[in-house]
C-alpha cells in the first residue's frame, strides 16, 4: 500500500476536547448523574483516626437519626463480600485492603464505615457523628526507623566490591527521595448503579478494565455484568490505574440501599484513600578512575510500603543497569512495610526516584574530578545495553546532550560551585539525564466509515490529560484521509474494544499503532472497492497507487483520477465500511527506552534559603513526536511537577499516630504560577521504528525523570551546598 500522506499527524493541533472542557461541558465521574425515578444518592466515607489496631466500638445512632440518612455501612453490619482473586494493573503479593469485612484497622484513614444519605450535606454531617472506639496498638510508619520485610530484589553485574576497592576514586552518598502525592486536580470520584446483578460505574480511571475486573472478584460476579464509563479524566499521573478500596464502598452503598450511589473522596482522603509515590532511602556507591570512567555502582535502596501488600518497582532498578557504561554493578532492594495505605506508580515511576541519587551522583563525581558533568556522561555513554546485552533500537542521547549544551548556553557556564551571584541572590546551573521504558501493550479499536464521509474510532483507552483523544483523532485522520473535523475518537467504556492500561507513556505507542492498524484497514477496503468498480474513476487502477486525501481516493501520481468515499460508498449503496484494528508488539531484539537532557538555572536567596527555578530546557528523545503541542503540554507540565518534587512536594506524617499533617493544597506544597517560569522543550528528530508502527517511544514518563536532580545539581553549584534529601527546603539551604 502507498503511504498516506500525512498532514494531521506533526501539525500542533490543540486539544479537540478543549472547547468542552473550558466550557464545563466535559462530564466527570461526579458530574454523572444518573436516569431514573431517584436520581442519585451521596456516599460519605468515615475513615480511622488511628494508624494500627482494632475497633472496638461503633455507634451509629446519632448519624442514623439524621434526616435523609439511608444507612451506615460498616465491619459489623456489612454482609461478607467474595473477595475472589484479582491480580490487578499492579499484581501486588499481599492482600489487598476487604472494606468493612473486619475490625482491623491498618493505616491511618483507612474506611471503617460509609454514611449513605439523600443529600451530600446529610451525608457528611452524618459522617462526622459516627462514634467509634479503637484498641489502639503501636504503629511505625516511619521508614528511617523500621527494618526491611521480606527478601530484597538483587541484581548482580561483576563484582562491585572488589572494583571499588581498586578504584581511583570512591564516593558513597545517601539519598531520601520524598513521599509525593499525584494531587491530580480531579478528586477520585464514582458513580455505581446496580440494575439487578449488573453493575454500571462512572468512574474516574485510567483504564476502565481495572475496576471492572476488581469489582467482579469483590463481588463475585462476572466481568461482563460490569460495565465501567470514564470519558474525562482531570489528571491522575498514575493513581487511577489501580481500582482503590472506595469503589467497593460506593458499589456496596449502592446495592445495601437499592439507590445509584455518587461517592467523591475529599482531598483530605486522597492522602490515604488512593496510593502515592513512596518514599525511599538510596544509598550510592560508586568507584571511578581520574578520568570518570565508572568501574563499579552499587544501589542500596529501601523503599516503603504497607503491610498487607509489598509494592515494589522495577523503573527504580533500571537506570542504575542500563544508563551509563559500568562493569560492575550491585543493587540491594529492600522493602519497608509500615502502618501505611500501599504506594502506587506516580509519573515516571521508579526512574523519577532513582534518576534522583544517580544524577546527583554523577554531579558530586564531576565536581570531585574537575570534569564537565556532560563530558562526565559522554564519557560514560554505553555502546549497548549492558543490562541486557541488546543493542539499543534508539538512543539519541548524545545528540540530546549536544542540542541541550547548545541552547541553554551551558558552555557559558563557570564551574564553580558560588561562582555566579545577581544582587543577593546565587545562581546556579545543572543537568541530569532522563530515561524511561519504551513499554507497548495489545489492544483493539473499531473503526466506522459512514457514508456521509465521517468516521468513528472507539477504544477503551483513557485519557488522564496526554491528548489522548487529540493524538487519536491525528493518527486516524491521517490513515482515513480524513481531515480531523470528520473523525472522532471515543474512549472509555468496557463496551468498546479493549485497549491496554493507560499508564506508562505506552498509550501513543500501542493504541496509536491499533487505531492506525482499524484505519489502513478501512481504507483499503474503500480502495480495493474503488479500483474493482468498473464505475470507478479508480476501476482497475493498481491498489497500492491509490492514496486518500481530505476524504477522497485519487491515484498518488494523477490526483485528478479519484473519487470521494461518499461517492464510492452511495454508488455501492453501502452505509460504512468496518474494521477492527489490532497490533501486538513482536519480541523485541533491541532495549528500548526513551531519553532526555534536562537543564536547569536557579537563583538561591542568599539570606533567606529560597530557591528560584528561572529557566528549564529539557531535550528529548522519544521517537517521533505525533502532537508537537500535546507534546510540549507533557513536558512543560512534567517540568512543574518535577520542581514540586525537587523543592515543594514532601507528604508529612506524624509518626506518633500514623497521620498525615499536610492532607491538603495548602499545606502539601506544589508549584504555582509565581515558581514556573521559562520552561522549554525540544525533541531531537527521528522515528524508532523498531518500537511499533507508528516509531515513537513514549513521553510522558520521560519527561519528569531528569526534572529533581537537574534543580538539584543547580542548586549545589548555586550554593555550594549539596542536599541529598528532597525537597530541597529553604532550612535545608541555611
Ligand atoms: Mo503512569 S505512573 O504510568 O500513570
Known amino acids: 500500500m502507498s503511504p498516506q500522506p500525512q498532514a494531521a499527524v506533526g501539525a500542533p493541533l490543540s486539544r479537540v476536547d478543549g472547547r468542552l472542557k473550558v466550557t464545563g461541558r466535559a462530564k466527570y465521574a461526579a458530574d454523572h448523574k444518573p436516569d431514573g425515578p431517584d436520581g442519585v444518592v451521596h456516599a460519605v466515607v468515615v475513615d480511622s483516626g488511628i494508624a494500627r489496631g482494632r475497633i472496638t466500638g461503633i455507634d451509629t445512632g446519632a448519624a442514623e437519626a439524621e434526616p435523609g440518612v439511608l444507612k451506615v455501612i460498616h465491619h459489623r453490619n456489612a454482609p ?36 449513605v444519605a439523600t443529600t451530600l450535606e446529610a451525608a457528611q454531617h452524618a459522617a462526622s457523628l459516627v462514634k467509634l472506639d479503637y484498641a489502639v496498638e503501636p504503629s511505625e510508619t516511619d521508614l528511617a526507623e523500621a527494618p526491611a520485610t521480606g527478601d530484597p530484589v538483587t541484581y548482580t553485574r561483576g563484582d562491585a566490591e572488589a572494583a571499588l ?25 464514582t458513580v455505581a448503579q446496580w440494575d439487578g446483578d449488573r453493575l454500571t460505574l462512572w468512574d474516574k480511571t485510567q483504564w476502565v478494565q481495572s475496576p471492572r475486573a476488581e469489582l467482579a472478584a469483590n463481588f463475585g460476579i462476572p466481568a461482563a455484568n460490569i460495565r465501567v464509563v470514564s470519558p474525562f479524566v482531570g489528571g491522575a499521573f498514575g493513581n487511577a490505574a489501580r481500582a482503590w478500596p472506595h469503589l467497593t464502598v460506593a458499589a456496596l452503598a449502592a446495592r445495601e440501599t437499592g439507590h445509584p450511589v455518587k461517592l467523591v473522596l475529599t482531598r483530605r482522603q486522597l492522602y490515604s484513600g488512593v496510593g502515592y509515590r513512596p518514599a525511599y532511602e538510596y544509598k550510592v556507591r560508586l568507584g571511578s578512575d581520574r578520568r570518570g570512567q565508572l568501574s563499579a555502582m552499587t544501589h542500596e535502596l529501601r523503599g516503603e510500603t504497607s503491610r498487607y501488600e509489598r ?7 533500571a537506570p542504575g543497569q542500563m544508563l551509563y557504561t559500568t562493569p560492575h554493578v550491585s543493587q540491594t532492594y529492600r522493602t519497608v512495610a509500615l502502618d501505611v495505605n500501599t504506594p502506587t506508580p506516580m509519573r515516571g515511576p521508579g526512574y523519577s526516584t532513582a534518576a534522583f541519587p544517580i544524577e546527583s551522583a554523577m554531579d558530586e563525581l564531576a565536581h570531585e574530578l574537575g570534569i564537565d558533568p556532560i563530558e562526565l556522561r559522554r564519557r560514560n555513554e554505553p555502546e549497548n545495553d549492558q543490562a541486557s546485552g541488546r543493542p539499543f533500537s534508539t538512543r539519541r542521547l548524545r545528540e540530546c546532550y549536544t542540542v541541550g549544551a547548545r541552547e541553554f548556553g551551558w558552555s557559558r557556564r563557570d564551574p564553580r560551585p558560588r561562582s555566579t551571584r545577581d544582587g543577593d541572590r546565587l545562581i546556579g546551573t545543572g543537568m541530569a539525564t532522563a530515561v524511561y521504558d519504551t513499554l507497548r501493550a495489545p489492544g483493539q479499536a473499531g473503526v466506522r466509515l459512514d457514508a456521509d464521509g465521517t468516521a468513528v474510532i472507539e477504544s477503551s483507552t483513557s485519557d488522564m490529560g496526554p491528548g489522548t483523544y487529540t493524538s487519536m483523532t491525528q493518527v486516524a485522520a491521517d490513515a482515513l484521509g480524513l481531515t480531523v473535523r470528520n473523525v472522532t475518537f471515543r474512549l472509555g467504556d468496557t463496551n468498546m474494544p479493549t485497549a491496554p492500561l493507560h499508564g506508562g507513556s505506552l498509550t501513543m505507542a500501542s493504541v496509536g499503532s491499533i487505531v492506525q492498524d482499524g484505519c489502513d484497514k478501512v481504507r483499503q477496503q474503500a480502495i480495493r472497492l474503488a479500483v474493482e468498480d468498473e464505475d470507478s474513476p479508480l476501476s482497475g487502477a493498481d491498489p497500492d497507487t491509490v492514496v486518500v486525501r481530505g476524504g477522497r481516493l485519487h491515484l498518488k501520481d494523477d490526483p485528478a483520477r479519484g473519487e470521494t468515499y461518499r461517492r464510492l460508498l452511495a454508488r455501492n449503496d453501502l452505509t460504512r465500511l468496518e474494521a477492527m484494528g489490532s497490533w501486538t508488539p513482536g519480541q523485541s531484539r533491541s532495549s528500548m527506552y526513551a531519553y532526555g ?111 529533581a536532580p537537574a534543580i538539584a545539581n543547580a542548586v549545589f553549584h548555586a550554593t555550594g551546598r549539596r542536599v541529598r534529601d528532597l525537597p530541597i527546603t529553604a532550612e535545608s539551604l541555611l
Open 80 to 115: 461478607t463480600l467474595p473477595y475472589g482473586p484479582n491480580p490487578g494493573s499492579l499484581n501486588l503479593p499481599g492482600q489487598r485492603l476487604r472494606v468493612f469485612q473486619d475490625d482491623q484497622v491498618h493505616f491511618h484513614g483507612q474506611p471503617v464505615a460509609v454514611v
Open 165 to 189: 576497592q581498586s578504584a581511583d576514586v570512591r564516593l558513597e552518598m545517601t539519598y531520601r527521595p520524598a513521599r509525593n502525592h499525584h494531587n491530580a486536580m480531579e478528586l477520585h470520584a
Open 311 to 317: 509494592f515494589s518497582e522495577r523503573g527504580v532498578l
Open 597 to 707: 537532557a534536562v537543564f536547569a538555572e536557579v537563583a538561591v536567596d542568599a539570606r533567606l534559603g529560597l530557591v528560584r527555578v528561572r529557566r528549564m530546557l529539557g531535550v528529548f528523545d522519544a521517537g517521533r513526536i505525533i502532537s508537537p503541542k500535546l507534546a510540549d503540554s507533557q513536558a512543560i507540565g512534567a517540568m512543574v511537577g518535577g520542581i514540586g518534587m525537587a523543592l515543594l512536594e514532601h507528604t508529612v506524617t506524624d509518626h506518633r499516630d500514623g497521620r498525615i499533617v499536610n492532607a491538603n493544597l495548602a499545606d502539601y506544597l506544589v508549584p504555582v504560577n509565581a515558581d514556573v517560569t521559562g520552561l522549554k522543550a525540544i525533541y531531537v528528530e527521528g522515528r524508532d521504528d523498531e518500537a511499533d508502527p507508528l516509531g515513537v517511544k513514549g513521553l510522558g514518563e520521560v519527561v519528569v525523570v531528569g526534572v
